[in-house]
């Protein structure tokens, strides 16, 4: 008998390539099945996503087929948001998704699409596949929001922008103007319509992967089951299987990083990093770098070009460097390392000196970092992670965060320094409760993981459902 077949749909960017990319790592593995996946590119022929699907082709077992995107400049408008793009770009492929699904031997039986791709969910159906499910890369609070959105769309009044009272999800965490996620906050641009569309589209699916685990967020995954309106909503089965996080890079030895940070104390250094594509502007960096400073603790800065020097190409890495405050460098010499280039950030996290993590919270962050016990200055800028930053402060209690969005004011030296403190310096209580949490949820995701833990049993209980193992 043929392996059993699943094709997984990644939408155009690396950040929806690299969560798909994983999940089929975890599926091969741990389920034995053949795993194809499919990667829409963003078509703008850049060399960085063609090497690094390249790359990711070489170290996993699954088979990946670049799907080159279509032209949709007339689909859109020409102020369209990356969002509505992809989402509008994902449509477009139907047909190509389709043949290329019709193509492959043995013929697949199951799809998954990420969050992004639910348009093309009909290609399944199409081709007469057993079922077809959506991969939340992201939290349950999140999927919550997003099958509640088309509710809120039919009540809530204005713009979600000037809301004054928290908006309410059966069963959830209301969520107030500093979690709301960053496109659904005007109605009339085309990004908040796809985002209701998506949220409608979610329940048409066989059921929802998403990346957290039982132990997490136990709370809201009852809700999504168990409330009798969300419940309504969701509709289909929903199935926590994380943390999926990427495994360890290889790291070629000697390396700056790792030869600095094996000379730190244990837990002493805080790692400040915000993703592949945050930047902050000049004015916050300036002040990012005096709070570190003044903070008097050790870190590790993944810099990189402030806001205002974008786009320009001809900013070197000498001249990022030199946009920090006259002298930093030489008075935080031994104390701290910045680095410009790009950090291979799972090793990092794990590296037994790091003790804090001020990150974006974007979601695969933090997984990175809560599996590693460290605990999180959450410094949101865009997309859900304010919301995230919300999550790791007041529900699970494994971060601090900035009194006001960064995204919206320059944060000021004194907090920054009084956050850094709070989450690496051992003489304070609320950063030692904060510290003793993230260790106790990196135990809890590894229990997850481990055979008959809740992830581990989710995610056969959901191959059983659709006859991918027996
Ligand atoms: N990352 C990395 N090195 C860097 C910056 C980012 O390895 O210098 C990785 C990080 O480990 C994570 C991903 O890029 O896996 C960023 O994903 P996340 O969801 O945290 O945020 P995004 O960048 O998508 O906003």
Not at 191 to 210: F, I, N
Not at 318 to 335: K, N, W, Y
Not at 354 to 373: D, R
Not at 406 to 415: K, L, M
Request: proline share 5%; hydrophobic share 40%.
């Amino acid at each position: 008998m043929d392996q059993p077949h699943a094709v997984l749909v990644a939408s155009p960017g690396l950040g929806h390539l690299i969560p798909i990319l994983e999940l089929g790592n975890r599926l091969s593995s741990v389920l034995n099945v053949q795993v194809t996946i499919l990667a829409v590119t963003s078509g703008s022929s850049s060399s960085t996503e063609t090497e690094a699907i390249r790359a990711a082709a070489a170290r996993t077992a699954c088979q990946i087929t670049e799907l080159p995107s279509m032209d949709i400049d007339n689909l859109v408008e020409p102020d369209a948001t990356v969002f509505t793009k992809i989402m509008v770009k994902v449509r477009a492929m139907k047909s190509s998704v389709r043949d290329a699904v019709e193509s492959m031997k043995p013929k697949p039986t199951v799809m998954i699409v990420d969050f992004l791709g639910t348009g093309l969910m009909s290609v399944a159906d199409d081709l007469g596949l057993t079922a077809k499910y959506v991969y939340v890369p992201s939290h349950a609070w999140f999927l919550a929001m997003m099958v509640y959105l088309p509710v809120w769309d039919t009540t809530v009044e204005g713009e979600y922008v000037e809301i004054k009272e928290p908006l309410k999800i059966p069963g959830c965490k209301p969520m107030g103007r500093k979690e709301l996620v960053e496109t659904m906050l005007y109605r009339s641009d085309q990004q908040y319509k796809e985002c209701v569309r998506a949220g409608l589209e979610v329940p048409m699916s066989d059921g929802v992967l998403v990346n957290t685990w039982e132990e997490l967020q136990g709370n809201t995954l009852a809700a999504l089951k168990e409330d009798e309106e969300l419940s309504r909503v969701m509709k289909v089965p929903v199935y926590p299987i994380g943390p999926i996080v990427r495994s360890k890079e290889h790291v070629e030895k000697p390396n700056t990083i790792f030869e600095w940070l094996d000379k730190q104390r244990e837990r002493s250094v805080v790692y400040v990093c915000l993703g592949s594509g945050g930047t902050l502007s000049l004015e916050q960096t300036i002040e990012l770098a005096w709070g570190l400073e003044l903070s008097g603790q050790r870190f590790l800065w993944i810099l990189r070009r402030p806001a205002s020097y974008l786009g320009s190409s001809s900013i070197d890495d000498d001249q990022v460097i030199a946009s920090l405050p006259e002298g930093f460098l030489d008075r935080t010499c031994g104390v701290g390392l910045v680095v410009t280039q790009w950090a291979p950030q799972v090793e990092i996290l794990s590296h037994r000196s790091i003790g804090g993590f001020l990150s974006h919270c974007g979601w695969s962050s933090v997984l990175e970092s809560l599996t590693n016990g460290v605990p999180i200055m959450a410094w949101p800028l865009y997309a859900e992670q304010w919301m995230n930053a919300t999550l790791l402060t007041e529900e699970i209690g494994v971060a601090v965060r900035t009194s006001e969005l960064p995204s919206e004011r320059v944060i000021g030296r004194e907090e920054v320094a009084f956050l850094v403190r709070k989450i690496v310096a051992e003489e304070d209580e609320e950063g030692q409760r904060i510290r003793a949490k993230a260790e106790e949820v990196r135990v809890s995701s590894e229990r997850a993981w481990t055979k008959g833990g809740s992830s581990h049993s989710s995610l056969f209980e959901w191959a059983k459902g659709c006859r991918l193992v027996s």
